[in-house]
């Protein structure tokens, strides 16, 4: 085998390759890609799609004075591989490596940092329009994905950029496979152009007319390999005012690079806004991901010689699988439940009430705006939708929550998964922020379970409400807490007295009560499980007030806004007066790493939380007594 890639430390090696050299090239890059990731864990399957459009696009364009941006960010190993980051691979997504996204100060060839989809088309017409202005004859390329098309964010862009003249070019990555099964009317759309009738028929009449002269029948067939776009008509794209091209084999760099080089040739022409549909296939040169690209989407360690392998031991049951058991078990008890994703049916939990109620199931893509205001139409007429959705992708919908659900007060559940930190993922992905943004909305209502059981109880409480209800819980497993089989709830915005101690009273908001009281075990103080972030328990909090010296707030999102400002704000409210240390994550984006690892670096597990009392509160341990409300 070759040894190309070790002499790659920049796209300016890859250009002096040969173009037969590149195959051979790509090879080495799509085993460097699987045998990092079975090392570190990681996106796999849409990396090993993206192999060679990434040694195309670098082959091509002069990056990085051309512009590269990746949507979404997570097929872009191959790019930091050829991009002078090979060597660090080993500590991608790892605390203090590099990261599983694009990142602008990570490497001038990450020219936008993404990791949320569909933002590339925008970003992309910013920086050619911005070259133009200049005077700079640079080109921007966003890469997309065919999910990440499903969001009205990539047709806004679209519309804009028809009718601007700068260099862009928006590829279309088409592998038919977002995170979840791709769905909706722009799957079909493109399915049509792939299967075609229009084409089948053209290339067809062909066969059939130039079958009696050789010569001519091998150029057709070389058209029909090379140039299937030559017989599709007037697209959607054209429509925007782009020149549509394909679609093309995204795995053959004989047909990638010369499309590559006309299409940069065009745009360095003046013909416009440039649109190519390449089609490309998830797990590409690994069967096994071939075969399950879902499974390898987001892979821990493996062997690549075996494959995945299921532990031996089952492991606890995550708060996602406890949302989706009850989900389904609503399901059956209310036929009025109807469950909303945007795009996200395996990482939310809901492949089996998929398959048990699929009249009542809708994956509306990657567009997080209408799954809000789709839910809201659905609760105006007497259902009850419940929208799983990553807290860090709610963000997205505020402005629908606000106007199109809180204002008209309806009755729906947002079961949001990936609250506080997330680990490997990161900033982009942390839910860091859902207390904040949401307690501030009239008619809204959050409710943060401790553990798995009270994620249950705490969703049919949510559910039976006549407004909507936030559930917050995080990624992964819990302190293994026995859920019940019931639909039974909790009461409504009350929480309860986990332990009893003097001085201090820690109030805890989810799932980090459990080092609150392994910390006030230490201390000697209270805990409270509030339970809810609103309504805040006012009963449980004056009681706290009136028999202690000094409170502490703990929770797993941003200090700013959050829980620990709530208590502040009712204790005013209340003329009480007393010391307060507010704990939580600080004001600023907490990196990729290790959960546990992060949570310590903040000071959020017990012995950083036990820290922080003592250093706050050394006169007040040990003391009894509280302080009444002020005259």
């Not at 993404?114 to 700079?136: F, N, V, Y």
């Not at 862009?157 to 700068?166: K, P």
Request: glycine letters at 10%; aromatic letters at 6%.
């Amino acid at each position: 085998m070759s040894n190309l890639l070790s002499t790659i430390e920049s796209p300016a090696d890859l250009r002096r390759l040969s173009r037969t050299q590149l195959r051979p090239l790509a090879d080495e890059l799509r085993d460097h890609v699987l045998q990092s990731v079975s090392k570190t864990g990681g996106h796999l399957s849409s990396n090993l799609g993206t192999v060679e459009l990434t040694v195309a696009l670098h082959y091509v364009f002069n990056t990085p004075e051309d512009r590269l941006v990746w949507d979404v960010g997570h097929q872009t190993y191959p790019h930091k591989i050829l991009t002078g980051r090979r060597d660090r691979m080993s500590t991608l997504r790892q605390f203090g490596g590099i990261s599983g996204f694009p990142r602008r100060d990570e490497s001038e060839y990450d020219t936008f940092g993404t990791a949320h989809s569909s933002t590339s088309i925008s970003a992309a017409l910013g920086m050619a329009l911005a070259a133009k202005m200049k005077g700079e004859s640079r080109h921007a390329v966003a890469i997309i994905g065919d999910g990440a098309m499903t969001a009205g964010m990539a047709f806004e862009a679209l519309n804009n950029a028809g009718v601007e003249h700068g260099r862009l070019l928006v590829i279309l990555n088409d592998n038919d496979m977002s995170i979840s099964p791709p769905v909706g009317a722009l799957n079909r759309y493109l399915a049509q152009l792939m299967s075609g009738q229009f084409y089948a028929a053209a290339k067809n009449v062909g066969k059939t007319v130039l079958k009696g002269a050789p010569p001519l029948f091998e150029l057709a067939k070389r058209l029909e390999e090379h140039a299937k776009g030559m017989v599709v008509p007037a697209t959607l794209f054209e429509k925007f005012g782009f020149n549509y091209v394909g679609p093309i084999d995204g795995h053959d760099l004989d047909s990638l690079i010369p499309t590559l080089e006309n299409v940069r040739h065009l745009l360095d022409n003046g013909a416009g806004p440039q649109f190519l549909h390449v089609v490309t296939k998830k797990g590409q040169g690994y069967k096994l991901a071939e075969a399950d690209p879902v499974a390898y989407h987001g892979p821990g360690k493996f062997d690549p010689a075996v494959g995945l392998v299921k532990p031996a031991t089952p492991p606890k049951p995550t708060f996602t699988q406890v949302f989706g058991q009850w989900l389904c078990d609503m399901a059956a008890a209310d036929p009025k439940l109807v469950g909303i994703t945007p795009a996200m049916r395996e990482g939310s939990g809901m492949v089996e009430f998929h398959q048990r109620f699929p009249g009542r199931y809708f994956d509306v893509g990657i567009a997080e705006q209408h799954a809000v205001t789709f839910a809201a139409g659905l609760a105006c007429e007497g259902m009850k939708p419940v929208v799983a959705i990553y807290s860090t992708f709610l963000q997205r919908g505020y402005d629908q929550l606000i106007h199109d659900v809180a204002l008209q007060r309806l009755p729906m559940v947002f079961a949001l998964d990936r609250a506080g930190l997330v680990g490997a993922d990161g900033a982009t992905h942390a839910g860091a922020y859902d207390i904040a943004y949401l307690r501030c909305i009239p008619n809204m209502s959050i409710a943060c379970p401790s553990d798995e059981a009270e994620t249950r109880q705490l969703l049919s409480t949510a559910h039976h409400q006549d407004h909507p209800v936030a559930v917050r819980y995080p990624r992964g497993a819990g302190v293994g807490a026995a859920v019940p089989a019931s639909l039974d709830g909790l009461p409504f915005g009350k929480g309860e007295v986990r332990r009893r101690g003097h001085g201090v009273a820690i109030l805890a908001f989810g799932t980090l009560l459990h080092p609150a009281l392994a910390a006030a075990e230490a201390l000697g103080a209270s805990v409270a499980n509030m339970r809810w972030a609103k309504p805040l328990d006012m009963d449980l909090l004056r009681e706290m007030a009136h028999s202690h010296q000094a409170l502490v707030t703990v929770e797993e999102g941003c200090v700013m806004g959050g829980a620990g400002s709530a208590v502040l704000e009712a204790l005013q409210a209340e003329g009480l007066s007393m010391p307060v240390l507010q704990l939580g994550l600080p004001d600023e984006f907490i990196e990729h790493g290790d959960p546990a690892r992060l949570l310590a670096n903040v000071g959020l597990d017990a012995s950083g939380i036990e820290s922080s009392i003592r250093q706050r509160f050394a006169d007040v341990l040990g003391g009894s007594g509280g302080l009444k409300a002020a005259a």
